[in-house]
């Protein structure tokens, strides 16, 4: 667990910023800054760019819909071309606010009702009359960046009824006429439990509705006319009963019918009076009609309603067809729906809906099965539509899946057969003579059952199929109702099941997702040529990006490994210079990736481990001017972390070494698990060197250090993770010493090589974790210094050696106030009597350092905030190089050595990324020029290292908004072709050099 913090500290960048900025560097002499160019643009492929477009609805000829371009969201219209689709007016947040669930669009006169939000007021109502000027919000209901997620239900007397949230929030109804003054609650709901539900019915002029009033209020049943004076409850002589879940409403006449507590109820709306239309108590068997299904909503049919119920008797909830015309006596049983005990499925999703002057709905005669019946509220007319057969694996309930009510058809998917895994769709208008199978359209299959979309009119219906594996598109399809003629529009489409069709005038307007230009709007008037591309909304500027990484010198040049796009991660080389950088080895031929790892130079040859096309891992030899890897032996490296990285893995540094004409590093055969292998670079001289840990199980050799002749490292036994050391023979690997005694582990880390010795930092269980060293003359190991006194650590860490000092890191929890955990960095000659504290570096220290031979470079924060310091040992020679941001931190990222120099990241608030450099020296520390920042951190092993210096030139990876992560490089560039007006000059004063090339 120690371990665990120190690696999470050590290599993550905290709560607040998770990003590994990259940079530039500069020559020796910072007054010559060198020009950092982009080098290759190695992976070209764009990436689609997604307007993702929400259609809303049509207003006076035009259609608007939601969508975002290059600059953000918005509401756009279009007339169905290019040239008319316009921004009509510009968005923040995440712009317009649409559900499949609720209302969209709504009209009232010249003005239409939209739900947006603009990232300052949250989402809330807002109103267009087409115009940007006349696009606005409408009010700010819930203040502030909270949001009254607006629901609009109607239109009452020329003006907007809907739900919002406000301040507290409680769900109110409102009435607006558009404008902010206009917009009045008509209700203030309070409590915990108070507010609106969710469903109402507009009658007339009036609105009725249900709503609780206080934390433990009851409901009741309200009507408004949309004034707050004429807003009231209407009179309920029945009690909780009669308005304890009030939905389901419908209207026949002066009626107003709706469910509650499983019953039937009225209201008249002469009088505003609620009636029972089932008597009580509640329909228990011998107490009256049954029990109202209040899963399926009834259904206005010839003037009655018509409603499913749930009798007791004789068998347990069993379903039943009803009629009624709001009174006792006219409320009377049509037919049975069920012969038995009705399904689950039955009674929490039932098939019931209106057709015309018919209801539709699946019921069972106990004969041929569940069958689609219709009925007008009579028994003569009350018939089954279809005898289809139910294949085993479907619902009982669902022998017909509903895809969409059109003008007076209605649209299902039916089986295909008992033995079939396919539906096909069916029209029925209710009756036996017009229900038929829908000729000219595919069959669906049982995976995307549920799925196929349907819009149009009595003229032409567009239908949408999901293809199932492998290609997961779309179908489109166009039928003519009249002639009942189907064809296909267009194949291969890609319309998720999230994005709304809207049907106007004969065209289809949809999104759909491109794989070159992403998802956009299209439209299609029927016809495949009439099936296009309407306009790209956010056009396709960023490239994908190659990700450079294992950075390595090979002869002068860089070897890395990266992603074209085409031929997957593999092998390149690179001289700085576009033309000289090239794939060196497509290993995996084809898009397949090889994935390189672990690149060693030995002997002139590059040795690396690699995956071929079987997905078999190698160990491989590259030699100099040739392009054919030989495979040298079979071996897999440790499994690299899975993002995203949360947690470092077990072994943060797994980097081969070389010795002795030898590289050592960490594989496994298959067989004996993940152990110390070597190689000379053949076959020959390629063998593990032990088995630490006997049979399968992995010994994990991590934190490879040369010290000698000798190779020292941490590896897992069955006396847990402890120091080992190696000569590079079995005989000589031996661990060095049991410092946590037993099976636990010590967890040896940051080995440093020091005086021909090895320096640690390990929890031997009873000191915490801290620093420890070990000889070749004296056998096991020495604990240096306990810095934290007892069994609390202070996670000593070895940061280098500068000017013959070890320099040591130490982070602890304060024992004094104010408590928290503070760093201190130490110098050393190897005994705890020689380690001192070395006083003037501040004890709020950043992760970023680089250790020079006379110079230690970090991050540290005092008054002045997180900035560059250098120390070179001494108090004298320990200071802050530069305060780049007076007003706060400016966040040093890394440094890097290059050409006798130390270059810098920083994050300067006012200026963003920018690359520095210096000397050494306060005067000596200058600003460079803004850099790209890389991709987000990734923790992970040494080989996937990202910045290196080869040949004269460093080499890095930037990335910027349109080519993603490529390959950068500064060469030694003795000066300024250009320099920056004074405008460019930094707070400090450093002037900057203008960069040409293309970051």
């Known amino acids: ?172 109804l409102y009435i607006s006429d558009g404008t902010s003054a206009g917009t009045i609650a008509l209700t203030t709901f309070a409590g915990l439990n108070g507010g609106l539900r969710s469903d109402l019915i507009i009658s007339g002029n009036k609105v009725y509705f249900s709503g609780v009033d206080g934390d433990f209020g009851s409901a009741q049943v309200y009507v408004s006319d949309g004034t707050v004076v004429g807003t009231h409850a209407v009179a309920n002589p029945f009690g909780d009963s009669a308005a304890y879940n009030a939905r389901n409403f419908r209207q026949i006449g002066n009626l107003i019918f709706y469910t509650s507590s499983s019953l039937l109820w009225t209201i008249d709306t002469s009088t505003d009076t609620i009636g029972s239309v089932i008597s009580l108590p509640y329909g228990f068997p011998g107490f009256g009609p049954p029990q109202v299904l209040e899963t399926a909503p009834p259904v206005v049919v010839n003037g009655a309603l018509l409603f499913v119920s749930m009798v007791d008797a004789p068998d347990p909830a069993t379903l039943e067809l009803w009629r009624t015309d709001g009174t006792p006596e006219g409320t009377v049983r049509v037919a049975p729906i069920t012969p038995g005990t009705a399904s689950f499925e039955a009674i929490q999703g039932p098939v019931f809906q209106q057709l015309g002057n018919r209801a539709l709905y699946i019921a069972d005669d106990g004969v041929h099965g569940p069958q689609l019946w219709s009925s007008d509220g009579t028994q003569a007319n009350t018939v089954a539509l279809t005898n289809a057969t139910m294949p085993a694996d479907l619902y009982p309930t669902q022998i017909a899946i509903p895809i969409a009510t059109i003008g007076n058809l209605a649209y299902f998917a039916m089986s295909d057969g008992a033995t079939s895994t396919t539906l096909s769709v069916w029209r029925t208008d209710g009756t036996v003579a017009g229900t038929a199978l829908v000729s000219g359209l595919p069959p669906i299959d049982e995976v995307e059952r549920g799925t196929t979309r349907a819009v149009g009119d009595g003229s032409r219906v567009y239908f949408a199929f999901a293809n199932a594996a492998p290609t997961y598109s779309t179908s489109l399809y166009v039928y003519d109702p009249v002639g009942r003629l189907a064809s296909l529009v267009m194949d291969g489409l890609s319309i998720d099941s999230v994005s709304e069709f809207l049907f106007d005038r004969g065209n289809l307007y949809f999104g759909n997702s491109d794989p070159v230009l992403g998802n956009e709007p299209w439209i299609s008037d029927g016809t495949p040529a009439g099936t296009r591309l309407i306009r790209d909304i956010y056009p396709q500027i960023v490239d994908n990006s190659s990700s450079p990484a294992d950075f390595t010198d090979f002869n002068g040049l860089l070897a890395f490994t990266a992603d074209d796009g085409v031929h997957g991660r593999e092998l390149w080389l690179s001289d700085g210079l576009p033309a000289g950088t090239r794939l060196l080895a497509d290993i995996n031929p084809g898009s397949g990736s090889s994935n390189p790892n672990h690149l060693i130079v030995l002997n002139g040859t590059l040795l690396f481990l690699a995956t071929d096309a079987t997905n078999t891992s190698h160990l491989m030899r590259l030699v100099k001017g040739t392009t054919n890897p030989q495979l040298v032996a079979t071996l897999e490296p440790q499994a690299p972390p899975l993002p995203p990285y949360y947690f470092p893995p077990d072994c943060m540094q797994d980097a081969s070494v070389t010795m002795g004409g030898k590289a050592y590093f960490a594989a496994t055969d298959g067989q004996s698990g993940l152990e110390l292998w070597s190689s000379d670079g053949t076959r020959n001289g390629t063998h593990q060197v032990a088995d630490i840990n006997p049979g399968p199980g992995d010994s994990g050799p991590c934190n490879l250090t040369v010290v000698g002749s000798v190779v020292y490292f941490a590896a897992r036994s069955a006396s847990g993770v402890e120091l080992w050391k190696s000569d590079g023979t079995a005989a000589g690997t031996a661990q060095v010493d049991d410092i946590a005694a037993g099976p636990a582990s010590s967890s040896p880390r940051a080995l440093t090589s020091f005086r021909s010795a090895v320096f640690f930092s390990a929890d031997d269980g009873i000191r915490g974790d801290e620093l420890w060293r070990s000889t070749r003359i004296k056998p096991g190991a020495m604990l240096v210094r306990d810095f934290a006194r007892g069994p609390d650590s202070s996670y000593a860490t070895p940061l280098g050696v500068v000017n013959g000092n070890l320099m040591v890191e130490t982070y602890a929890f304060t024992s004094t106030p104010p408590y928290g955990y503070e760093t201190h960095v130490w110098i050393s000659h190897g005994e705890a009597e020689s380690t001192r504290e070395l006083d003037e570096v501040p004890t709020n220290i950043g992760y970023a350092t680089l250790v020079t031979r006379n110079k230690l470079y970090f991050t540290a924060s005092d008054t002045r905030g997180f900035e560059p310091w250098v120390s070179d040992g001494t108090a004298r020679g320990t200071y802050l190089l530069k305060d780049i941001n007076p007003t706060g931190d400016s966040n040093p990222i890394w440094f890097e050595p290059f050409d006798g120099a130390t270059v810098f990241s920083v994050t300067d608030a006012s200026l963003g990324q920018q690359l520095w450099s210096t000397d050494g020296t306060s005067k000596g520390t200058t600003l460079v020029a803004g850099i790209p920042p890389e991709p987000a951190f990734q923790a992970g092993v040494a080989s996937s290292k990202t910045r290196l210096s080869v040949g004269g030139k460093f080499f890095f990876v930037g990335e910027t908004p349109t080519l993603g992560s490529e390959l950068y490089a500064l060469s030694k560039d003795p000066k300024c072709r250009v320099q920056d007006s004074e405008s460019n000059r930094s707070p400090g004063g450093a002037q900057r050099c203008a960069n040409p090339g293309r970051n």
């Open 1 to 172: 667990m120690r371990e665990l913090i120190h690696n999470i500290r050590r290599n993550f960048c905290g709560a607040s910023a998770c990003m590994l900025i990259v940079g530039l560097s500069l020559l020796a002499d910072p007054a010559k800054a060198a020009l950092p160019q982009l080098v290759k643009d190695i992976n070209a492929v764009q990436i689609p760019q997604s307007s993702f477009p929400q259609q809303l609805g049509a207003m006076q000829g035009l259609v608007y819909f939601g969508a975002n371009d290059a600059t953000g969201p918005g509401l756009w219209r279009t007339d169905g071309t290019a040239s008319g689709t316009t921004l009509v007016k510009r968005l923040g947040g995440i712009g317009v606010y649409s559900s499949s669930q609720q209302i969209n669009f709504l009209q009232v006169g010249g003005l239409a009702y939209f739900v947006a939000d603009d990232g300052v007021s949250g989402i809330e109502l807002w109103v267009t009359d087409g115009t940007t000027a006349g696009t606005r919000q409408v009010a700010d209901l819930d203040p502030g960046l909270e949001s009254g997620f607006p629901q609009l239900k109607g239109t009452l007397g020329g003006r907007a009824i809907f739900a919002a949230r406000d301040g507290s929030g409680d769900y109110q």
